[in-house]
C-alpha cells in the first residue's frame, strides 16, 4: 500500500514543498507538490533523492567510535555519550571551557532546535568557541550591514522589480539570492515575461545570465573596481535618488570623491569588460525600481566586506527600499512580526569584539567567529588551546580553507565528535560519530527560510509563505539514531549543565535573555514542545501553518512600510571612514601574483545541480552525468594546453596541488578553471580514486592568504593556478 504524505524537502535550504510515496514504512518517491502555491510542483534532482538517502546502505543507523587502527565501529549510543560527558567534563575541569568548540554548518538548520540547543550547550559550558560555516561563506554581509545601518523595509517587492543586477550568484541553480526562495527559475521566466531587466556580472554565462539583457563577463576578482565604476557614473551623471538620499544618507560626497578615481575606461580594463557596458549597467540599474544582489564568487575574493558596503551603498544611492505606504509580502510567518518602517537603523561597529583568537588576532564579528582559524587554534599550544571539537551538520574536513592544514589540527585533538549522516571526511577522523535522525523522520517547520529574508537584500520569500511537517517515515529497522538537539540534551544532562532556550527572533540573532525558558532536564520535552517555544512570538502561529499540510502563503494585504517615527534621527552611511580608506587600498592593490606565468590560470567557485556541497556526491541518482567535480575549463584553453575532455591534470595553486578531470564550458571566459568544492575524501587518500570521488579545491587555499580583515575570511576564489596532463595509474 503506498501513501502519498505532504512534507517538505530540507536537502538544501530553500525547502521546497513535496509529496511523499510511502510504502510499508519507507519513502519510495519524492515529487514537487503542485498543491503549494510558491513552489508550484518544482523539485530538483536531489530533493528526489531523499528516499536513497534515507535508506543508503552507507547510513550511518548506530553511533560509532573509532578504533586503535582507524576504522570505526558501532557502540551504544548512551555508552558515547557518558564517554563524551566525562571526557568533556575532564577538559572543563583541566583546561577551561575555551578547550571545547564547536563547529556548525549547512544542515545545522535542517531541524529547528539544532542550533538553539547546540549554541544553549555551548553558553551553559562556558565556551564561545563557536564556529559556523557562514564565516567561510559570505559573513562580509552581515559586517558591511552593521557599518552601512540597515534600511528597516526591505527592498520593493519581488513582483515590483524593473531591474534586478546579479553580482557572482547563480541563484536559478543555487537558491540563492536575486530571485525568490521558491521555484527561482520559474520567478526568473515570469519577471523576464513581465519585462524586468537582468544584469548579470559574472565570469560564467550561468543559468542566471541566460536570459539577462547585460551580462558582463569580467575577470574574477574585479568586483570592487567594478561596482565602484558603477557608483562614480551614477554619482557624477546625478542618476541617485537625490531625495532618498537627502532624507536618509550620509556620506555621499565621501563616496562619490571615493569613487571619482575609477573611471569606467580604467575598470573596463582592469576587469576585462567594454567601459560602455559599465556605463549601461549603471544607468540601467539606476534608472528602475529593483535591487542588486550577490553571491559567493565576489564575497570569497578577500575584502567580502567591502565589497558587500559598496553593494549595499549601491541599493541605498539609488534609493532600492520600500517607503512608506508601499506593500510587504513577505513580513515572515513563523518568525516574529518584523516591522517595517521607512527609516534607517544607524550603522554599528559590526566587527572587532568579544573573545579573541590567539592566531592573528582575529576577534568575533556579526558574522561570526572565523572558522578557517579553528585549526591554528588547536595546533597552538599554551593556554586556551582548543583540545575537543564537536561537529554538527558541517563537514569541517571538507569545507575549510586547506585542507591538510585542518586535517592535520582534526587528528591532533583530544576528542572530535562529530554528528554525521555517513562517514564523511570529518566523521572519518571523529572518535565518535553520532547518527542523527534524517530529515523525513523529524518534526520541521520552515522558520529559518524566514529568517534568510534577512542574510542580504534580494534574499528570502517573494510572499510570505510557511510549512509545517511532521515526521513522515521512522528510522529504518534496527536503528538508534537520534535528533542533534537530543544528543546535546543527553550530554547536557549528563554533564550537570543547565539549558534555556528562547523564541526565535526575526532575523534569527539571539533575543531576549528575560524570554529564555529553562528546559526540564529531569523529563524531556517533546520536539514539539520546542518548536513552541521558538515561534512563541510567531506572527502566524505554528497551529495556523499546521493547518495547511501542503504549506501555503500567508500575505497580509493590510500591511504597508509605515513612516518614519517622529524625531527618529538615524540615517544610513555610504561614507565609512575606514571601507573607503580600503576602497582607495582596493584601487592600487592586484591579487599577487597577477598574470604570473607560473600560475596563469585562476581557480573559481561555482557550484553544480546534483550536489549540495559535501552532500548527495554518494548517491546513485545524482552520479549518473559526474561522479567527481569537473575542472571546467574553455574549450580554447584545454586546445592551447593539449588537453581533451577527460584528461587528468594536476591543478596546482603556490600553496597545494590536487588532481582533476577537465571538461570543456564554452560558458566560461578563457583563463579560468571552474570548479565545485568539498568533493573528494581525506588528503593522500582520494588521488586513486578521482574519477569515483573527484577532489577537494580547499587544498590549493590557504587561511592567511589575502584575509578580509573585518571577517578574518581568507580568499577562497580567483587563485592563480597552473594546469598540466599527468598520467597516472587509474584503479581499473
Ligand atoms: N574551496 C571552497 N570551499 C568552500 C566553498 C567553496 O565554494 N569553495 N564554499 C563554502 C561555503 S559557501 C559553505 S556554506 C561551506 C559549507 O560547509 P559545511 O556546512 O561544513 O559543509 P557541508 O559539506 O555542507 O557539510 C554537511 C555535513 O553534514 C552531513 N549531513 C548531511 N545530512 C545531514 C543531516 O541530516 N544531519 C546531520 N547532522 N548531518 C548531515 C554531511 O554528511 C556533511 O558531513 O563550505 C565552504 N567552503
Ligand atoms: N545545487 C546547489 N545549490 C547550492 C549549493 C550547492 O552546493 N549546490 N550550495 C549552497 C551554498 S552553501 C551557498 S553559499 C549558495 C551559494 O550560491 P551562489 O552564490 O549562487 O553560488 P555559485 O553557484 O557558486 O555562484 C557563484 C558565482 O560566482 C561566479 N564568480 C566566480 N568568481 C567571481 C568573481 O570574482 N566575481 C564575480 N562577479 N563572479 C564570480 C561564478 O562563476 C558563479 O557563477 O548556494 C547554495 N545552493
Ligand atoms: S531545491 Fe532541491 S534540494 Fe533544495 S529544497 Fe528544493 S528539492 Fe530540495
Ligand atoms: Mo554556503
Known sequence: MIETVPSYCRFCHSGCAVLVDVEDGR????????????????????????????????????????????SHRPVPYQEAVDDIAERLSDLLVTHGPRS????????????????????????????????????IDQPGKAVAQALHGT???????????????????????????????????????DAVGRGTRFIVIDPRRTESALRADLHLQCRPGEDVPLLAAM???????????????????????????????????????????????????????????????AGTGPNFNGRGTLFEYLLLALNTVCGQWSRAGDPVPNPGTLSPPFPSIAQASPPRQGYGYGESLRVRGIANCDGGLQASALAEEILLEGEGQVRALIGVGGNAASAIPDQVLNVRALEQLDLLVQIDIKLSATASLADYVIAPKVPLEMHGMTLVQDQLTFYGAGFGHAVAHAQYTPPIVEPPAGAEVVEEWIFFYDLARRMGLPLSIGPATATGAPGDPAERVEIDMESRPSTEALLEILTKSARVPLEEVKRHPHGALFPDATLRVAPREPGWTGRLDVGNEEMLADLQAARSARPSPDTSVDHPYRLVCRRMIHTFNSNGQDLAGLRTRWAYNPAFMHPEDLAREGLAKGDLVEIASKSGAILGIVEPDDTLRRGLVSMVHSFGGLPGEQDKQIRDRGTNTGRL????????????????????????????????
Open 231 to 293: 557608483l562614480n557614473v551614477i554619482l557624477r551623471e546625478g542618476l541617485h535618488d537625490q531625495a532618498f538620499v537627502r532624507e536618509h544618507v550620509d556620506g555621499v560626497e565621501a563616496l562619490q570623491a571615493a569613487v571619482a578615481p575609477f573611471a569606467p575606461a580604467e575598470v573596463a580594463q582592469r576587469a576585462d569588460v567594454a567601459a560602455d557596458d559599465i556605463v549601461r549597467a549603471a544607468r540601467m540599474f539606476a534608472g528602475a525600481r529593483g535591487v542588486a544582489t
Open 151 to 189: 534600511w528597516m523595509a526591505p527592498p520593493p517587492p519581488f513582483a515590483d522589480r524593473d531591474v534586478v543586477l546579479l553580482i557572482g550568484t547563480n541563484p536559478v541553480l543555487t537558491m540563492a539570492g536575486g530571485l525568490p526562495l521558491a521555484n527561482p527559475g520559474r520567478a526568473l521566466t
Open 701 to 732: 587555499l590557504r587561511v592567511d592568504e589575502d584575509v578580509d580583515r573585518y571577517t578574518g575570511q581568507p580568499r577562497m576564489n580567483n587563485v592563480p593556478v597552473r594546469v598540466r596532463a599527468v598520467e597516472v595509474a587509474e584503479p581499473a
Open 27 to 70: 519513502p519510495v518517491r519524492v515529487r514537487g507538490d503542485r498543491e503549494n502555491p510558491a513552489y508550484r510542483g518544482f523539485c530538483c534532482i536531489k530533493g528526489r533523492q531523499l528516499p536513497d538517502q534515507w535508506g543508503h546502505p552507507d547510513r550511518l543507523l548506530q553511533t560509532h567510535k573509532r578504533m586503535p587502527d582507524g
Open 100 to 135: 571545547i568548540a564547536m563547529y556548525s554548518g549547512t544542515y545545522s538548520i535542517a531541524n529547528p532546535a539544532t542550533m538553539p540547543f547546540a549554541a544553549a550547550f555551548m553558553e551553559s559550558l562556558g565556551s564561545s568557541m563557536l564556529f559556523t560555516s557562514n564565516t
